[in-house]
Every structure is written in C-alpha cells, then in structure tokens.
C-alpha cells in the first residue's frame, strides 16, 4: 500500500497505521491480482487486516472488473475482499448493485453475496 500521508500507532492493543489517499495492490498466487484505491484506510499490523474508507475502488485486471463501495475490508488470512455500503460490481459477467455487502476473491473472478461464500 501507498498512501499520501500516513501514520503508526504503537499501543497495548497492537500496531496499526492510518493512511489517506491511498493505492495498493491485492496478490493472489504471488501475482498482483488487483488494484486499489480509496481515500483513507487503516492497517493492523498483527492481523494483516487492511480497512479502507470512503470512495474505495477495486479494479480487477483479470477479467478486468470493477468494484465499488464506502468501505473495503482485506483479510489476508481468509483471502476474501469484503465491500459494504452502496457495493456495485461491474464485470463482463455481472452487474450488480443491489446488496449491503460484497464478498470476491482478489481477483474478482467470483464474487457474491457473504451468505454464498459461506456454503
């Protein structure tokens, strides 16, 4: 991840840094499988768990698909992309924004609802 302007905070709790205007990329099979960007985020240290905010922007390269919403959550322990508000996904195999929340692989290649991902 690369950002503008960021910061870390060492604290009981844990590390974790706090970025804005960030752009990253997401690897799948040790191969960048998707780019990001958002206006701001966070990251733990410990967990590897990115957490990016407002106006965020996943652009798979392939297939080239886009998916958009408020907020991006990044697992890397569990390898699934979570979106939540106003998601939308735009992708020669589906266009949907209709669902509180978005579930994909890095790639985009499958993407759904939570509910789908946990079967």
């Given amino acids: 991840m690369n950002s503008e302007n960021s910061e870390l905070t060492l604290d009981p709790k844990g590390a974790f ?7 990253g990329e997401i690897y799948q099979d040790d191969k960048v499988a998707s ?7 966070e990251a733990e240290k410990d967990t590897g768990v990115l ?3 407002a106006t965020v922007v996943v652009n798979g390269i392939n297939p080239k698909a886009t998916v ?4 991006l959550e990044w697992d890397a322990r569990i390898r699934i992309v979570k979106v939540k508000g106003n998601p939308s996904i735009d992708s ?17 290649k ?7 991902f946990k079967k």
């Fill in 35 to 41: 780019t990001l960007t958002a206006d701001s985020g």
């Fill in 92 to 108: 020669p195999q589906i266009v949907m924004n209709t669902t509180d929340e978005l579930w994909s692989t890095p790639d985009l």
């Fill in 51 to 53: 957490r990016q905010k």
């Fill in 17 to 23: 840094g706090t970025m804005q205007t960030v752009k």
């Fill in 68 to 71: 958009k919403g408020d907020q």
């Fill in 110 to 116: 499958q993407v759904g609802t939570p509910d789908q």
